[in-house]
């Protein structure tokens, strides 16, 4: 940072300075003087300072991509700001605009039924109704047409633990239904049953203990709404971390592209610039290390890594990742909201366990989904941190308001203490023999489904697993050294899929689909291999023919330099989650 000899610049500028002031009358000469003169350096300190900033982003950009990377970046960035000029001419965009309410009325009428025998509540009704009515109507709205999760055909979304667990949490409702952790003196239980799901999942990440005397105060953590917000507020503590420890004032972050949208998310929430590390399959899609370094500066306030991502179910290189952050002094967030109460369980149940957790000694901050594989009741989740310092940076404290000294240590202001309970219910019914043999289960399915893809002779050839999967997920994609009468189009199979009832996920960049094995999908998995080998023959060969609906939005949206319509789309989307008829 430029210091005050840099004012010397400012120097040229002097003798025609004082000429114009020596016209002034004497008294104020020299005041006036000073003032012209602080305010000339001011002037030229503050160009300096502008050239520096852009001259060390421009740095930073060229060592961050590289001098390819930043010239592909340029390349892009013209391109679709001329697609989107493209997009504006008024005969495109009237085009767009028919055929985006077009797309938007469809989702309508798949989303939301309408016709005869569909009544819809849009004011309160003037006399409540009877207890027995709104029970029937409760029973019907449970009742209506929907993928069949129960049947097993929902990729992730359901993290059914069984019936008994389902009644338990009914009871836990029950009898918590009115709690609310934001008065612990109130419900002094549910306080309870909140700092013991916490230390249960700090014990089970090898959180550092006060023992261990490593850590100050040894490791602590929160309970959450969701991996959402678990990591929200991981990303949220970093960056205080680094504006009260370093002044950083700019924050970044490094992801791994195959890292979950929520850390995205929190960059848009809190003003933070996201990195998007590529994670090539030379890589075996994980986490590009050498571009995670380059991109790493004094605005650097948190790396990333997942175990497993979402989209291909890959676990990153958690140990590299860990030198890279010890030795530049920044905290590592690992994010296990999908590994959950899987991943910790690998090593017991004999299949290969890569490192994840607190014993590798990089790690600060892991986001564990309770609601996920914990199999708890959804809108839990837990966010562990190394050390009790590292925790206080999430909290939100107001001394002054006048409705009293106000605490909360995460999002929100209320919470459900029905929700504590009903997960704190399930960790103790699970237990670890529990958690053992659903890992067993769930792992298991996953490598039946693998085997299935690399060896049938009915799939192998037309379809090539991503990486190497170790946990639940599997994705897969076409094979391209297919012969052309074996290719398919991954998106013709996820429609197909659809089409036999199945709800599983299509992925873009590359052109994918993966399943997430549930619970409810392990006693159906050699049905869906049936339904794949049957949907992958009927796709043979027919990889350029008309497109279905997954080829449609991820064929078009993948080729679009610019998302505005895909905006514009989810946009209409979430409207009609609101819509009522
Ligand atoms: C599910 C998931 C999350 C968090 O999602 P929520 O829907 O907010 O619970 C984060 N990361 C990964 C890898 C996930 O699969």
Redesign the pocket.
Known sequence: MPGSSRLAISLPNLPNLRQRSSLLRPTTLSRQQALLYALDALRNVLLLLFVLRYTRKSLLQLRGHGLFGTLKGAYKSIYRNLYALFLRLPFVNARIRADVSKAILELETKLVPSGPGVLSYTTLPTMGWSVEQVRSELGKLGEMKHTRWEDGRVSGAVYHGGDELAELHAQAFKQFGVSNPIHPDVFPGVRKMEAEVVAMTLALFHAPTIEDGKAEGGGAGVTTS???ES?LMAVLAARQKAYHERNVREPEIILPETA?T?FRKAGEYFGIQVHLVPCPAANNYRVHIASVRRLINSNTILLVG?AP??PHGIVDDISALSRLALKHKLPLHV?C??GSFIIPFLEKAGYPAPDFDFRVPGVTSI?V?T??YGFAPKGN?VVLYRSKALRRYQYYVCPDWSGGVYASPSMAGSRPGALIAGCWASLMRMGEDGYLDTCLKIVGARQRIEDAIRGSEKLCRSLSVIGKPLVSVIAFQANENAEQAERVDIYDVADGMSAKGWHLNALQDPAAMHVAVTMPIVGVVEELIADLEAVVAQCRGKASEKKGDAAALYGVAGALPDKRIVRELAGGFLDTLYKTW
């Open positions: 969701g991996g959402t990591i979950h929520a997942s991502n979402f994010d909201c999908l986001s989904d609601h996920k989740s």
